[in-house]
T-cell receptor
Framework: GQQVMQIPQYQHVQEGEDFTTYCNSS?????IQWYKQRPGGHPVFLIQ?????EVKKQKRLTFQFGEAKKNSSLHITATQTTDVGTYFC???????????FGQGTTLQVKP | DGGITQSPKYLFRKEGQNVTLSCEQNLNHDAMYWYRQDPGQGLRLIYYSQIVNDFQKGDIAEGYSVSREKKESFPLTVTSAQKNPTAFYLCASRTTGQGISYEQYFGPGTRLTVT
């Protein structure tokens, strides 16, 4: 079945540094979603990308969907301690809506 | 205030006992999902239901059972046949209306510990 691979697994940054997590698939994806899970919490939807080469921004977060629709990235500019958590990419099945999640990238931010 | 509720937040059981986790939503969503999350790992799909009285196995359904008798409710039973039941269980729901959004809304989760 379709799989999405996410790297890195962990990232420690100093507050104010940038952060990027990458999501890759061997097959073309019809869509990619990003979720954030705070420590001890549940995943919260951030954004969905569906178009080739799409770029969306939410304040300090920039989301990209590759031209071939096989990869995606989430970039955070000037991290803050509130950015701490695990970021997941996920692909939604067009038939069932079920999500296939990447393994997640856990971000730690040192103040 | 709309959302998804899961209860209890923490659950402790002895090995060999069946346990049922509750999931209720008042978002009027047709589709509901159960995921399992183990420490440091992503979410894996256990069961899902796109409509009342119908559900399908996900990737790791062995040792679990579900029912969908009402639109609002999708309880998950962890049976004694599940070999490693200790995990964080997350319920989610999604609208299947117009548009191509696959956004899922997650409940707060239940942490199950079996000893």
């Amino acid at each position: 079945g379709q799989q999405v691979m996410q790297i890195p697994q962990y990232q420690h940054v100093q507050e104010g540094e940038d952060f990027t997590t990458y999501c890759n698939s061997s097959t073309t994806l019809s869509n990619i979603q990003w979720y954030k899970q705070r420590p001890g919490g549940h995943p919260v939807f951030l954004i969905q990308l569906v178009k080739s080469g799409e770029v969306k921004k939410q304040k300090r977060l920039t989301f990209q969907f590759g031209e071939a629709k096989k990869n995606s990235s989430l970039h955070i500019t000037a991290t803050q301690t509130t950015d701490v958590g695990t970021y997941f990419c996920a692909h939604g099945s067009s038939n069932t809506g079920k999500l296939i999640f990447g393994q997640g990238t856990t971000l730690q931010v040192k103040p | 205030d709309g959302g998804i509720t899961q209860s209890p937040k923490y659950l402790f059981r002895k090995e060999g006992q069946n346990v049922t986790l509750s999931c209720e939503q008042n978002l009027n969503h047709d589709a509901m999902y159960w995921y399992r999350q183990d420490p440091g790992q992503g979410l894996r799909l256990i069961y899902y239901s796109q409509i009342v009285n119908d559900f399908q196995k996900g990737d790791i359904a062995e040792g679990y059972s579900v029912s969908r008798e009402k639109k609002e409710s999708f309880p998950l039973t962890v049976t004694s046949a599940q070999k490693n039941p200790t995990a964080f269980y997350l319920c989610a729901s999604r609208t299947t209306g117009q548009g191509i959004s696959y956004e899922q809304y997650f409940g707060p989760g239940t942490r199950l510990t079996v000893t």
